[in-house]
């Protein structure tokens, strides 16, 4: 070992910061020693202070963000970071950033891995050897010469990914590096991460996916709340001290704690209405973005008033592909999508618009207005709602996405996770008939997703769908689930029955949780899955 891995690898004393643009603190008073070659996860709630703390450790807090108050010491390897240039920084901390797309500069996937070694000006030869090694081991070594701008978001994650471990750095930061992967894509991304720790990497993994990353087995863990260091310590300590309405925590040690806590009720699951005239049909819809690449093929599909559907998958399934057409962003190549009756090929997206209301994946597609009420209301305001209805429901968006403290911010200024549940409102706000969510809880903590699906399953949306990849999500609210994989809808029905057949869903790149697992050993007792509140009133 060589003498400087023998100082902590990350040294934090008393590390205390506020945001130019706000009045408080994102930090306060952290302080951390973590050794070479320990594993730790960061946790907490969207906005804790989290992304601030891996700024501060990569050195962009002050270097790119500017006139913020900043006390306290860092160390990193031993070393001070406060001389050091960003690009001195970067070769001892590597950083993967919690939105791919702010990560990603190459049009190639090869040429966006290979940006930080040519700016080392690491040899060809050596470059390339590296990269294949990397691409390699994410499983994604098909994607080499993929243009960026076609990758799916979670290969765009991936891509991310292995631009930060090309450059081999001591430190690893990551910041939500799971939140867009299919379950099998996060197996493969942890059992990486787990090598790199075994091979002597200090990693930090930033992560709302609790249940997933203690399968690796996390050293330690650190809990923030409003910036503050709640925790910081073993595992089992931080099972014990986390409420586990604020983190999703294995089922076992959830249902336990729950029995002493008093849980409101969920809200009941909603019933499809199959007598019902259809709000939207696809009827032999294929598709492609380019004529030689099909990405959608043959798809037939009904959705009915009262419908709550999971739209599950692989990454690259052709998920995203498959809603696009449903808000009038893509016309089949083949075949017809109706809505209410009409052909999406005689209305354009605005009259669409009316009917289906569209989050997409990545928050900043939909984000512009200066504050958080002014992106609320912008929708509405252009479908031609008058002021006090305008103002009724960004007052109700506000509340039910929790944000009311941030309606005068700019939404740019928020964390991704709060970014998000803007998105999201934005959608409420317009009362559409149809609400369609790309990955809503990607980014997001327990209790905030929680909270607003809890409030939209119970809003009168005629109909909702949500595609994730989040099992749970599915067993809690979903009454139906369509299960695609390439391109191709393998499985739909209800969710005791889709869920239930696990080399399936393996198939799929799925994989079950303990939620589901749970809920499948008890399906007896009630017929239909049940959320976390209630089988820890009744399971033993």
């Known amino acids: 070992m060589s003498e400087r891995t023998q100082e902590p690898a990350l040294h934090i004393r008393h590390l205390t910061y506020r945001y130019r643009t706000r009045e408080t603190f994102a930090l306060r008073d952290i302080n951390l020693d973590i050794q070479p070659g320990e594993l730790v996860l960061v946790a907490g709630a969207s906005g804790c202070g989290k992304t601030t703390l ?35 920084i970067s070769q001892m901390v590597g950083t993967v950033l919690q939105d791919p797309e702010r990560q990603i500069v190459g049009a190639y996937v090869l040429n966006d891995v290979a940006f930080g070694l040519e700016n080392l000006a690491v040899p060809r030869e050596e470059m390339l050897v590296r990269i294949d090694r990397v691409l390699q081991e994410l499983g994604i070594p098909h994607l080499r010469d993929r243009e960026t701008f076609a990758l799916s978001g979670g290969e765009k994650q991936k891509v991310a990914v292995a631009g930060t471990l090309v450059m081999e750095p001591d430190i690893l930061v990551l910041d939500e590096p799971l ?53 910081f310590g073993d595992v089992p300590g931080f099972l014990e001290v986390v409420n586990p309405l604020d983190v999703k925590l294995p089922a076992d040690v959830a249902v336990r704690r729950l029995r002493t806590m008093d849980v409101p009720p969920p809200p009941p699951r909603r019933t499809p209405d199959p007598s019902a005239d259809p709000l939207v049909v696809m009827e032999n819809v294929s598709f492609g973005y380019v004529p030689e690449r099909e990405v959608l093929h043959h798809i037939n599909l009904t959705i009915q008033p009262g419908d709550v559907i999971a739209i599950l998958g692989p990454n690259g399934a052709g998920k995203t592909t498959l809603v696009r057409h ?63 209805r305008i103002e009724r429901n960004v007052e109700r968006s506000l509340q039910i996405m929790d944000l009311t403290e941030y309606a ?22 317009m009362e559409s008939k149809i609400l369609i969510m790309d990955e809503p809880t990607a980014g997001q903590d327990y209790r905030h997703y929680t909270q607003f699906m809890d409030a939209i399953v119970q809003l009168p949306f005629q109909a909702i769908l949500f595609i994730t990849h989040d099992l749970d ?6 009454n139906r689930v369509i299960l695609l994989s390439e391109g191709r809808i393998v499985a739909d029905g209800p969710p005791e029955e889709v869920l239930a057949d696990e080399e399936r869903l393996r198939a799929c790149r799925l994989r079950p949780t303990s939620l589901l697992r749970m809920n499948l050993a008890h399906l007896h007792r009630w017929g239909r899955f049940v959320p976390l509140e209630m089988l820890a009133q009744h399971v033993v």
């Open 54 to 88: 891996m700024r501060t450790i990569n050195g962009l807090i002050p270097r790119s963000y500017k006139g913020g108050e900043l006390s306290g010491t860092i160390r990193i390897l031993g070393q001070d970071p406060a001389p050091l240039r960003l690009a001195e």
């Open 473 to 478: 999500l599915a067993v809690r609210y979903a």
């Open 179 to 231: 939140a867009n992967l299919d379950p099998a894509s996060v197996e493969e991304a942890l059992r990486l991460i787990r090598h790199l720790v075994d091979a002597g990497k200090t990693v930090l993994l930033i992560e709302h996916r609790v249940e997933d990353v203690l399968s690796i087995h996390p050293d330690k863990a650190l809990f923030l709340e409003r910036g503050e260091q709640v925790y």
């Open 326 to 388: 449903l808000i009038g962003l893509e016309k089949p190549t083949r075949g017809h999508v109706w809505i209410e009756g009409k052909d999406t090929r005689e209305l354009s997206v605005a009259q669409i618009a009316h009917t289906v209301g569209f989050v997409f994946q990545n928050p900043s597609h939909m984000l512009f207005a200066p504050t958080v009420r002014e992106e609320l209301a912008f929708g509405p305001r252009n479908l031609g709602f008058d002021e006090e």
């Open 408 to 429: 005068d911010s700019s939404p740019l200024a928020l964390s991704y996770g709060q970014q998000r549940r803007v998105g999201i409102g934005a959608i409420l706000a």
